[in-house]
């Protein structure tokens, strides 16, 4: 009866189906990917689906291709065999430029700050992708280039506040510690507005109250629908806020499932996390 | 958001305290100073391209006398062959040069920087059997003559002291739109993606900026900077030749930037004023210490200055206004 009532009322609202069709769709689709340097397969032939709203995790040794994959996602790698769709659009054949602008962002393992630049500025560059002022007219300084100057730094502003760097706006980021380097990257990454964020190895090098703040940041991002990919190494701290883990071995995908399921997989005990791991 | 607005403060500051000094130096100075910083003011239109380019873009050139000497044969050819009007001519040359450097641009800022820097060089080459080639347009080697001057009659009659006026006041707006563009959406995109001073290119397109879009307009950008002080000059001086236009005046320029400064706009009028400064002094006064012939001493003593200001000014003139006055950050 339920069920009646609701294919009733959304028949009479096509939008609203057209919508909810579109929630449920994948985010992300990679299908059968491969890419190679010189000859050396980095990845091979993965497929993976990411859907709205979803914390993703790929973890996987080192060599594995978790950083390719992110960097193929994004275009910064052209795709050697496959397909990767982003909201029904493919991404494949789209300048990394276009990619950041259609909503996904990445953070860059070792962050790559610009350090020509105040903390502020860096998050600033952030907001580039929603703004649209161009040489001539800010070189004029057109009332409304004035407006969104205002608008920018505000944006920027509130993602500081967001992981607690507000007091650092006006620093060098080479005088930030690197745990704040690592928020700094996420702020400037949150500020681009972005529906897929792509983490590579964000616990790197951080100590436990530090991981435990990016943690909450990125459970605090996924209910604002948000959608994170994370690339990491440490598979602990991933295993306890992703909603489904994803292992790769030498550029392949050996399994996919939740958390659980992952740490008692043979193949990825066997392969990757070791007797000692699994279940942490 | 103080600080910033304290940055913003003190940079209108600078530049009504540069306008006030503008406008006073020629009531104090005599012909020949003004015949000088009339120089200094053409150096220092292509030295703030050229700082915009390589200071913030990270793009090197070595060919902005390209730039220069196309400004000067388009305004050249556009008032005694087509008899447009100077100024007329003067806004289609830079939209010409603008034009041409975007398309150089396209097919040449995909190659790394210093290949960049090597290509720009060539051009120098390349403009100048252009220009000696095409004798019945450009006068060849022995240059164009009768160029028309600029005139704002009944305003300013003496003539060093218009062009005094009219290079200063360009100067002026175009650091007021360069100072504009830094520190801006556009400013910031060039300095993200600068990467010989902390940018990064791979990072700036994950962020959305086109860096290919942005590499192709400010290097037309700076060529339309020294189109307009080619122009001038060309006005200024009544005839010009393919010699003025070569390798020397890109290099030359290149060291403005380098000894002025290249982390603001500022550093133009810095480096400019100190190498056209140096240059005037050493010729000065070189004779009185120094019997007979003094070129060569000249330019051995230019160089050691200029050795010694790198060595301890790495970042140019302008890092001691940077401790001076403090930073927004922005």
Redesign the interface.
């Given at each position: 009866m339920k069920g009646n009532f609701f294919r009733l009322n959304s028949a009479a609202n096509p939008e609203k189906e057209r919508e909810r069709d579109i929630m449920e769709q994948p985010i992300l689709e990679i299908r059968d990917i491969s890419v190679a340097f010189d000859g050396l397969v980095a990845v091979n032939r993965v497929s993976l689906s990411v859907r709205r709203g979803d914390i993703i995790a790929i973890v996987g040794p080192n060599g594995a291709g978790k950083t390719t994959l992110l960097k193929l996602i994004t275009g910064l790698l052209p795709l050697f065999k496959g397909e990767i769709w982003f909201k029904q659009q493919r991404l494949d054949r789209i300048a990394p430029h276009r990619i950041a602008s259609l909503g996904i962002t990445q953070v860059f393992q070792d962050i790559q700050l610009f350090s020509n630049m105040s903390v502020i500025e860096n998050v600033m560059v952030g907001c580039h992708v929603w703004t649209g002022a161009d040489f001539l007219s800010t070189g004029l300084k057109l009332p409304w280039v004035r407006a969104e100057e205002g608008s920018i730094l505000e944006a920027a502003m509130d993602k500081l506040s967001l992981v607690g760097l507000e007091q650092k706006a006006f620093a060098a980021p080479s005088s930030l510690s690197w745990g704040q380097q690592k928020l700094l990257g996420l702020a400037r990454a949150l500020a681009a507005g972005p529906e897929l964020l792509l983490l590579d190895e964000p616990y790197g090098g951080l100590i436990a109250d530090e991981m435990e703040k990016i943690s909450q940041l990125i459970l605090g991002l996924q209910c604002q629908g948000i959608t994170v990919l994370i690339v990491e190494q440490l598979t602990g701290v991933v295993m306890s806020i992703a909603n489904r883990v994803i292992v790769l071995n030498y550029g392949e995908k050996i399994a996919e499932g939740t958390p659980s399921e992952i740490q008692s997989n043979e193949q990825v005990i066997a392969t990757y996390l070791g007797n000692g791991l699994a279940g942490k | 958001?103080s600080?910033?607005l304290l940055s913003g403060h003190l940079q209108y500051f600078g530049v009504a305290l540069f306008a006030i000094v503008l406008l006073i130096l020629p009531l104090l100075a005599g012909p020949y100073p003004i015949a000088v910083l009339v120089d200094i003011g053409f150096y220092s239109i292509v030295t703030m391209g050229l700082i915009i380019l390589m200071g913030f873009a990270g793009q090197i050139s070595l060919g902005q006398a390209v730039f220069f000497g196309l400004g000067a044969y388009v305004s050249g050819i556009l008032t005694t062959q087509y008899h447009l009007s100077p100024w007329l001519a003067l806004v289609l040359a830079a939209i010409a040069t603008g034009g041409i450097a975007a398309i150089i641009g396209r097919a040449m800022l995909r190659l790394r920087e210093l290949i960049v820097a090597g290509v720009t060089l060539a051009l120098n080459l390349v403009f100048y059997y252009l220009v000696t080639s095409l004798v019945d347009l450009t006068g060849g080697a022995s240059g164009m003559t009768n160029i028309p001057r600029l005139s704002l009659d009944g305003f300013i009659p003496e003539y060093t002291l218009l062009n005094y006026y009219l290079v200063w006041i360009i100067a002026f707006l175009l650091l007021i739109?360069?100072l504009?563009?830094v520190n801006?959406?556009?400013?910031?995109?060039l300095?993200?993606m600068?990467q010989l001073?902390?940018?990064?290119e791979?990072?700036?397109?994950?962020?959305?900026?086109?860096?290919m879009k942005y590499k192709v307009?400010?290097f037309a950008?700076s060529a339309i900077y020294a189109s307009i002080a080619g122009s001038i000059y060309a006005y200024y001086i009544g005839c010009i030749e393919p010699d003025t236009f070569g390798v020397q005046l890109s290099v030359r320029v290149v060291i403005m930037a380098i000894i002025g400064g290249m982390t603001s706009p500022w550093g133009a009028f810095l480096g400019a004023g100190s190498i056209v400064g140096l240059t005037e002094l050493l010729r000065e006064f070189m004779p009185v210490l120094i019997a007979g012939p003094t070129g060569a001493y000249e330019l051995i003593a230019y160089g050691i200055i200029l050795v010694m200001a790198l060595l301890f000014l790495p970042q140019g003139l302008i890092s001691i206004c940077h401790r001076l006055v403090p930073q927004?950050?922005?």
């Open positions: - | 958001m600080k910033i739109f360069s504009n563009l801006s959406r556009v400013g910031r995109a300095r993200s600068n001073a902390g940018g990064s791979e990072t700036a397109q994950a962020l959305g900026v086109n860096i307009q400010v950008l927004g950050g922005h």
